[in-house]
Structures are given as structure tokens and as C-alpha cells.
């Protein structure tokens, strides 16, 4: 396993990753991005075999202080204390005050999100698809963290579907527009494709993070889709795996 280390100036007790598709147990269409390689799935609702999937699991822990607190993703706006969890919570986000606890979220296009205080006090990881960033959900998990540290908060955008890529419709567009009218501009006429627009979904993200007060933002410049051999992505593959993004606070 050679994830992602997020590159952004949080205090060294603060620990995240971002995997990669290789390096697990899964088959196809779980697989690698290299041919013949075992594939590092950590979805248990995608159709995979699911002792695969916890072979996987086991692979990630291995290199974590503790077992990542999973959530079941709905795109909502839940926000739960990682720490306080009790089976597998319906959330799309999660924080932590706490020592070596793992806030983790899945992915396969939609953006993940991580948070951190620069303090160091407080972290959480978000699961931001577009759905959940019209509803509020990056809101909510910063409103979270500042319950608990009153320092500036940075953020790091992990690897989505790229500006290139999400196609969307109007419909998609008139829900960011009725949120805020400047983030129109994130959207563009995907050339002669009638009532359809390419949107940049981190540039989206940047707009909420901004609008709540974040201004140091790194990442952000990734494509999953375009990317086959490092990204499982739904919306290039259909039936694929899910990468985790996590973050914690080392003892």
C-alpha cells in the first residue's frame, strides 16, 4: 500500500492518507490499476466479496493506530463524533478531539475532504459529493470543529471527479446557484450538449470553505476519472471500488 500523503503545513501530531487503488485483494472490477493486481476496496455495499474487502481492511489498519471509524455514507449532512461511534453510524462526516482515532471516509469520484485546526486540537474527514455540498455538509463539520478549537482551520481536497469530467445538468446547477449565485461560475456549457454543464467541484468546495472563513486550502488537483490506473471512479467504471481518506491525532 502506497497512499497519498497530503502535502499541507498541519502540526506533526496530526496524521492523514489518501489511498490508491492497488495494493489489496479485491478482483475485478475491484482491481488494481495495474493489470493483475489485486485491487485495495474498501466498500462493503459495492458488490465485492466481502472477505476481500476486509482482507483490505485489515491491510489499512496495519498501518493506522487504531480500527478507522467507517461510516455509512448517505450524502446527508450528519456529522458525528468519531470518538463517541457505536457500530457503523448513517454520517457523511466525522471529527475527533481524541488521540489515535481514525476519521475516515470512502470515495470513488465524490470529494473527500479533510479539516484540521491548526492547533492541532481537532480533525474531522468529509464526504462531499455535490449533493452533500448543496445541503451543507462541509458547514457542519467545520461548525463542529470550531465547537472545539477556536484556531484557524485548514483543508486538504482530496482526489475527485476533475473539472473535466463531472458532467452534470441544469438541475445541478440551479441548486449551487439558489445556495450562493457566485458559484455559477464553477459551472460551464459542456460544448454543444444541450441543458449540460462541466462542473468543478473543487472549485465548489473552495467557495464554501471561503465562505465560512477558510482560506488556507491545499490539494485539489486530482481527477479520478481520467486516472484509471491510481482511482477507482463510478462514474468512469459503474461498478468499482471505493478509496479511504483519513485523518487523526497521534498520541
Known amino acids: 500500500m502506497n497512499p497519498i500523503i497530503p502535502e499541507w503545513p498541519v502540526p506533526d501530531c496530526v496524521k492523514a492518507f489518501s489511498t490508491l487503488r492497488d495494493g489489496g485483494f479485491s ?4 482491481h488494481g490499476g495495474i493489470s493483475g ?5 474498501f466498500g462493503l455495499h459495492v458488490g465485492d466479496d466481502p472477505v476481500k474487502v476486509r482482507e483490505n481492511r485489515v491491510l489499512l489498519k496495519k498501518m493506522l493506530p487504531s480500527e478507522p471509524v467507517w461510516l455509512n455514507q448517505i450524502h446527508g449532512v450528519n456529522v458525528v463524533d468519531a470518538a463517541k461511534c457505536a457500530g ?8 475527533t478531539s481524541a488521540k489515535n482515532v481514525v476519521c475516515v471516509v470512502m470515495t470513488a469520484d465524490c470529494l473527500p475532504v479533510l479539516l484540521c485546526a491548526s492547533d492541532g486540537m481537532v480533525v474531522a ?5 455535490w449533493k452533500g455540498l448543496v445541503a451543507g455538509v462541509l458547514e457542519k463539520a467545520v461548525e463542529a470543529v470550531r465547537k472545539i478549537s477556536g484556531s484557524e482551520i485548514m483543508a486538504w481536497l482530496g482526489p475527485a471527479i476533475g473539472p473535466n469530467a463531472f458532467e452534470v445538468g441544469e438541475d445541478v446547477k440551479i441548486a449551487f446557484v439558489r445556495k450562493n449565485r ?3 461560475a464553477a459551472f460551464k456549457r459542456n460544448g454543444t450538449r444541450d441543458g449540460k454543464y462541466l462542473a ?11 465562505g465560512v472563513g477558510i482560506v488556507r486550502i491545499y490539494g485539489g488537483d486530482f481527477c479520478t476519472v481520467s486516472d484509471p490506473g491510481r482511482f477507482y471512479s463510478y462514474r468512469r467504471d459503474g461498478v468499482t471500488g471505493r478509496m479511504a481518506t483519513g485523518i487523526w491525532i497521534a498520541s
Open 88 to 95: 457503523v453510524p448513517d454520517a457523511d462526516a466525522s471529527y
Open 27 to 30: 478482483l475485478s472490477p475491484y
Open 200 to 210: 468543478d467541484i473543487y472549485a465548489l468546495a473552495r467557495q464554501i470553505l471561503n
Open 125 to 129: 474527514s468529509v464526504h462531499a459529493g
Open 182 to 184: 457566485r458559484m455559477s
Open 37 to 41: 493486481t489485486g485491487g485495495l476496496n
